[in-house]
């Protein structure tokens, strides 16, 4: 019996090793961001792969796939060039861009925009010829009434919904 708990004790010293990162591995900022998703998300980090980066040093990848079976795109979250980024379909998003705004506050809001993506309750919506943003249900809601919403005001005809699960999936025209 003591043997046995020798032993477990032994492997999870072992898996402790294996899920931290090195040091030296990362930029400085993929590392700040790898020890706030240590501290706050640690279930983030049986995810990440490590990128060679343009810039320098490896930087922290999160993908994941989505279970919407109409889209190829992943749901992903990355720190390469010294800035972390959130994206999904035709929409991404850059927060604490350059670390000139608070890194905290700006980490949680983009984990806040990736949980609800994943929750079904954000959705990117593609307005006709690029422009894309996220939106609730209910912003939705007033782009198919015809009303403009203050910061997604785009003269467009047709506007696209992409979700995460494809049970929200849809295309609509602006009423005239």
């Known amino acids: 019996m003591i043997l046995s708990n020798i032993k477990d004790n032994f492997y999870s010293f072992l898996k402790l090793q294996k899920d931290e990162l090195k040091r030296e591995e ?5 590392f700040k961001v790898y020890k706030y ?15 060679k980066s343009n810039f320098g040093k490896k930087y922290i990848s999160i993908e994941l796939k989505p279970k919407n079976e109409n889209t190829v795109a992943n749901l992903y979250f990355e720190t390469e060039n010294n800035e972390l980024t959130v994206g999904f379909g035709n929409f991404h998003s850059h927060y604490d861009n350059f670390a000139e705004l608070n890194f905290k506050k700006e980490l ?3 984990f806040e ?3 609800k993506l994943l929750k079904d309750e ?4 593609s307005a006709g010829g690029g422009a894309s943003t996220l939106l609730t249900n209910k912003e939705i809601e007033i782009l198919e009434s015809g009303k403009n919403l203050e910061h997604f005001n785009y003269d467009c005809i047709t506007y696209y919904i992409t979700s995460w699960s494809g049970k929200h999936d849809r295309t609509f025209k602006k009423p005239s």
């Open 113 to 115: 925009n990736f949980y």
């Open 26 to 30: 990362l930029n400085d900022y993929s």
């Open 37 to 51: 998703l240590k501290r706050h998300n640690k279930e983030f980090l049986k995810n990440i792969s490590l990128e």
């Open 122 to 125: 954000l959705f990117v919506v």
């Open 108 to 110: 949680k809001k983009a």
